[in-house]
């Protein structure tokens, strides 16, 4: 409940509060105050009194259900709710706080309708289709739920829920190149949190299973692979005899700089992707071999992520300032994977 608070509550309030008269704002910022330290019955009394100042203030009706739904009074949570989508500037977080109520009494097909409804007035909107996705695979709609993920991809390319839960779908069905891509574009767009080591031990069981597969996937469970994803399994093939006695993180990492090479000699026109010119140029700036430490050391051992950590400490904090000095941003225009 608190990593939930702190995601959504951040987005939800903090955000709103800014927009709303002098005496409502107050109020709001004590509300925020009062929740963070879980004093939800005063953080409510906070809201009425906004509310009794701007009855059609979106901020407060929607912190309101918000609120309820912390407390886990999950039938005033839906009552408020209700009122705040139909106001006429709604936003996404309506939608979502409405549905997660929903989802936390297992009324699926309530929040399915509420967020069919939210995509036809935000069809971009990336947490939707994040969350309508949870609430099908949660009815056991797996096809349909990976094909909500996969259009929350297409369309909002820059949030990274839809990517997360693509990419542990996929580890689920063993499509390892997938898991590869989502999980990659994930850890950039989300580089701090717990969900980002879960998807890079992930990838890097991706890696094992891709190139030296213990058991060979029958024929009759392989993907359907799009020409994006052939192409770059064509180039993993050409490297599977390095790999022969025994994947180590170097291979890993010759590996990926030969999957750029041929990238962007052969298919770089025909398939422009910002996470290979983010390779590209981390390679120039001699950090590359500090990104994949950083993305597979830890699961490959501690201890040796430490000793090369300690030994290339330069390179090592080169990376971090660059990691932590841009915020990873995927253009719309290259989801390949239709």
Same mark, same amino acid.
């Given at each position: 409940?608190?990593?939930?608070?702190?995601?959504?509550?951040?987005?939800?309030?903090?955000?709103?509060?800014?927009?709303?008269?002098?005496?409502?704002?107050?109020?709001?910022?004590?509300?925020?105050?009062?929740?963070?330290?879980?004093?939800?019955?005063?953080?409510?009394?906070?809201?009425?009194?906004?509310?009794?100042?701007e009855?059609?203030?979106?901020?407060?009706?929607?912190?309101?259900?918000?609120?309820?739904?912390?407390?886990?009074?999950?039938?005033?949570?839906?009552?408020?709710?209700?009122?705040?989508?139909?106001?006429?500037?709604?936003?996404?977080?309506s939608?979502?706080?409405?549905?997660?109520?929903?989802?936390?009494?297992?009324?699926?097909?309530?929040?399915?309708?509420?967020?069919?409804?939210?995509?036809?007035?935000?069809?971009?909107?990336?947490?939707?289709?994040?969350?309508?996705?949870?609430?099908?695979?949660?009815?056991?709609?797996?096809?349909?739920?990976?094909?909500?993920?996969?259009?929350?991809?297409?369309?909002?390319?820059?949030?990274?829920?839809?990517?997360?839960?693509?990419?542990?779908?996929y580890?689920?069905?063993?499509?390892?190149?997938?898991?590869?891509?989502?999980? &990659?574009?994930?850890?950039?767009?989300?580089?701090? /949190?717990? *969900? $980002?080591?879960?998807?890079?031990?992930? #990838?890097l %069981?991706?890696?094992?299973?891709m190139?030296?597969?213990?058991?060979?996937?029958?024929?009759?469970?392989?993907?359907?692979?799009?020409?994006?994803?052939?192409?770059?399994?064509?180039?993993?093939?050409?490297?599977?005899?390095?790999?022969? &006695?025994?994947?180590?993180?170097?291979?890993?990492? /010759?590996? *990926? $700089?030969?999957?750029?090479?041929?990238? #962007?000699? %052969?298919?770089a026109?025909?398939?422009?992707?910002?996470?290979?010119?983010?390779?590209?140029?981390?390679?120039?700036?001699?950090?590359?071999?500090?990104?994949?430490?950083?993305?597979?050391?830890?699961?490959?051992?501690?201890?040796?992520?430490?000793?090369?950590?300690?030994?290339?400490a330069?390179?090592?904090?080169?990376?971090?300032d660059?990691?932590?000095?841009?915020?990873?941003?995927?253009?719309?225009?290259?989801?390949?994977?239709?």
């Amino acid at each position: 409940m608190k990593k939930l608070f702190f995601i959504l509550f951040a987005l939800v309030l903090a955000v709103g509060v800014n927009a709303q008269t002098p005496t409502v704002k107050k109020f709001q910022e004590s509300a925020m105050a009062l929740m963070q330290q879980g004093d939800f019955t005063n953080a409510m009394v906070a809201l009425e009194k906004a509310k009794a100042i701007e009855p059609q203030n979106l901020e407060t009706i929607k912190n309101i259900s918000f609120c309820f739904y912390l407390q886990r009074e999950f039938a005033q949570a839906i009552d408020a709710g209700k009122i705040a989508i139909e106001l006429p500037n709604a936003d996404q977080q309506s939608f979502q706080i409405l549905g997660l109520s929903y989802k936390s009494i297992a009324d699926y097909s309530a929040a399915n309708k509420i967020y069919k409804r939210a995509l036809k007035k935000f069809p971009d909107g990336g947490v939707i289709y994040s969350e309508y996705g949870e609430s099908l695979l949660q009815e056991n709609k797996k096809d349909e739920a990976i094909a909500t993920w996969e259009k929350g991809i297409e369309l909002a390319p820059s949030y990274s829920g839809n990517y997360y839960n693509a990419a542990k779908y996929y580890y689920k069905e063993m499509n390892w190149i997938r898991v590869l891509i989502h999980g &990659e574009l994930f850890v950039n767009l989300e580089s701090y /949190s717990a *969900r $980002t080591n879960e998807v890079k031990k992930a #990838m890097l %069981d991706a890696y094992k299973n891709m190139l030296r597969p213990i058991v060979k996937t029958p024929y009759h469970l392989i993907p359907k692979y799009a020409d994006f994803e052939k192409k770059q399994l064509d180039i993993y093939e050409k490297t599977k005899q390095q790999v022969a &006695e025994g994947l180590t993180i170097d291979h890993i990492g /010759s590996i *990926r $700089t030969r999957l750029l090479m041929e990238w #962007m000699s %052969d298919n770089a026109k025909l398939y422009p992707y910002q996470l290979f010119s983010h390779w590209q140029h981390m390679i120039r700036e001699g950090i590359f071999e500090a990104y994949n430490q950083w993305l597979f050391g830890a699961s490959f051992g501690e201890e040796a992520y430490q000793k090369w950590l300690s030994t290339h400490a330069e390179e090592a904090k080169k990376f971090t300032d660059f990691q932590q000095s841009r915020i990873y941003r995927q253009p719309g225009g290259q989801y390949y994977l239709n």
